[in-house]
């Protein structure tokens, strides 16, 4: 088997005096999505967090293609290769879409053809590019995180729940987003609650709850077994049909 | 071109814009507009705290550090010329020497607070900053032989500064270019350059960095920037403009003490300046320093005329008493600070956007 790409293994974290993960084991393969699913509470955010840096491993340790990142600084971390898109989507409101975008460059200046490709996922983007991005709707505020985290080659993104709270047919666009991101060759580590969302773009999966892991393996195998369903996340497919 | 001199950050509002011009052609005209020596000393009171609003603005607008060191550096740059003319003499490499020397020290002690107390809670760097400086203003007039203590230090400079000096034989304008003239200009040029030095910085991408940073450090740092690394630079940068500004001051009034530099209530007034001219724009940098300076110097004269106007009338005149105009400084500034929260900068450009 070849190096994963990122595993956690035994992974705990402390927030204060709350302990939040109790030993997370999470493998994401090279290449392709890696579907993080959970009911709400279930040490998502926090492990992607985590893997960041921006709250610290109180043990285990967290590899990235080989390399122990575990006790890295967040700028660091995200040096090395990470693209980080935050629940509640964490654009800088004060800056425009373009300096918003620009700041994500590691060169300091987007790269034309990119921003071309990027502008095909959300024209809204290209339409609203020197606006203030406190100015945006939610949907495409949510649109510019994504950019902003896709607006250069990373080998890993991590993304914190892209739908949440959106309207189906910016969903449905986001999905497409993905799905191209994808095909271009990206490995992603998707949180998400909307199953239909995580079943169209989830080729592996690992299911949380209580700060664990308690679920590994193919998306379509979930995808098909509606009792592991029931059992992992209390809830079937056909309610969400 | 002038997009270019103010590196593409433009007013944004044709009010704004009138303004500044004003603000701009009245200084750079004082000497010839509003002729008498008081009158000029307000216009080089007023360049200098431009700078020193603007720079402080570099931290607590842009980068959202809340710093009580300010007039720290503004001081250490008023003692390095002073301190360099009174043991040196009133020359052109004792200058040269003083403002090295402040900047080295205003360098050195920036990065150190920067260092050790910028990964800390912003209230916590206030309250070390407040420390420092509190220690700083203790050890100047403690160190009565090098500082001149309480009294502070007054010095010559050089000839070409003093209100002796003749540029040319004949007066321009009605004005003879006298020594002091000629100070008020660099002073006024530097404050410029100064200024556009600053505009300069906030929209360069390390600028933008400094804005991220201050929404939220978090999402900056998770972009790759090394926050502290980033802080450190803006305090530098800003403790440098401040101790130039402290450079040009004490040219300009050949004289250097704690009231005039170190003082708590010259750190209250930048604060001032810049919440009520509008905290990150620079622009409100300008308006907060022009309208404070004035308020202090003229609302004065300003009411004892309306105090003598209403001397009919029971109650008015005791409360326009020139005696009392403090509290009318304070009732303004309440008031400005109520009608506009974003400053008076946010105000006009604001104003634009419904019209």
């Known amino acids: ?241 | 071109m002038i997009a270019r001199l103010l590196s593409g950050d433009l007013p944004r509002s044709h009010a704004l814009t009138v303004v500044l011009v004003i603000v701009l052609v009245s200084l750079a005209g004082a000497p010839f507009l509003f002729p008498g020596s008081q009158s000029l000393n307000v216009a080089a009171k007023i360049c200098v705290f431009i700078v020193l609003a603007a720079s402080y603005d570099l931290l607590l607008g842009y980068t959202g550090i809340v710093s009580f060191a300010h007039t720290m550096f503004y001081g250490i740059g008023g003692y390095g010329i002073a301190i360099a003319m009174h043991g040196i003499g009133a020359n052109w490499g004792a200058m040269g020497v003083g403002i090295a020397l402040a900047l080295l020290v205003s360098l050195i002690l920036a990065v150190v607070i920067g260092l050790f107390s910028l990964r800390v809670r912003a209230i916590f760097f206030a309250m070390i900053t407040l420390a420092v400086a509190s220690a700083f203003a203790v050890l100047a007039s403690q160190l009565r032989d090098i500082t001149g203590g309480e009294d502070g230090r007054s010095y010559s400079v050089p000839a070409m500064f003093r209100p002796s000096f003749r540029l040319f034989e004949q007066p321009v304008l009605g004005v003879s270019i006298t020594g002091r003239i000629l100070t008020y200009y660099i002073v006024f040029t530097s404050s410029l350059l100064l200024f556009l030095a600053a505009l300069r910085i906030v929209n360069s991408p390390f600028g933008r960095v400094l804005q991220a940073i201050r929404e939220n450090e978090f999402r900056a740092e998770a972009l790759g920037y090394r926050v502290v690394v980033y802080r450190t630079v803006a305090s530098v940068l800003s403790a440098g403009m401040a101790t130039l500004a402290g450079v040009l001051m004490a040219l300009w009034l050949r004289y250097t003490g704690p009231d005039t530099t170190l003082s708590f209530a010259i750190m209250i007034d930048i604060l001032l300046m810049v919440v009520i001219g509008g905290m990150g724009t620079l622009y409100g940098a300008v308006l907060g320093a022009t309208i404070f300076i004035l308020a202090q110097n003229y609302l004065q004269v300003v009411m004892g005329k309306l105090s003598a106007a209403t001397s009919g009338i029971p109650l008015l005149p005791q409360l326009l008493h020139p005696d009392r105009w403090l509290l009318w400084l304070g009732i303004l500034f309440v008031l400005s600070v109520y009608f506009f929260p974003t400053g008076i900068v946010g105000r006009l450009r604001s104003g634009r956007l419904k019209a």
Do not use: C
């Not at chain 1, 060169?107 to 606006?131: M, N, T």
């Open chain 1, 1 to 241: 088997m070849t190096t994963p790409l990122l595993s956690l293994s035994g992974v705990h974290t402390h927030v204060g005096r709350y302990h939040i993960l109790h030993g997370v084991d999470l493998v994401v393969p090279v290449g392709g999505v890696t579907m993080l699913l959970g009911r709400n509470g279930a040490g998502k955010t926090s492990t992607l967090r985590t893997i960041m840096g921006l709250w610290r491993a109180s043990a285990g340790s967290v590899t990235l293609a080989g390399e122990d990142v575990t006790q890295a600084a967040t700028p660091a971390i995200a040096r090395s290769g990470l693209a980080y898109v935050p629940e509640n989507m964490g654009i800088f409101a004060d800056l425009t879409v373009r300096e918003n975008l620009v700041l994500a460059a590691r060169s300091g200046e987007i790269d034309a053809d990119r921003l071309k490709w990027v502008f095909g996922l959300f024209p809204a983007l290209e339409k609203f590019f020197s606006l203030a991005a406190g100015a945006l709707s939610g949907g495409q505020k949510q649109m510019l995180a994504i950019a902003r985290a896709i607006i250069e080659p990373r080998r890993l993104y991590l993304v914190d729940e892209p739908t949440k709270g959106l309207a189906p047919a910016i969903v449905a666009n986001m999905i497409a987003a993905f799905r191209e991101l994808k095909a271009s060759g990206a490995t992603i580590l998707l949180v998400e609650q909307n199953f239909a969302a995580a079943r169209a773009l989830g080729d592996t999966v690992a299911v949380m709850d209580d700060g664990r892991i308690v679920h590994a393996g193919a998306m379509a195998e979930l995808a098909d077994d509606a009792e592991l369903q029931h059992r992992l996340l209390g809830l079937s497919l056909a309610k969400h049909q």
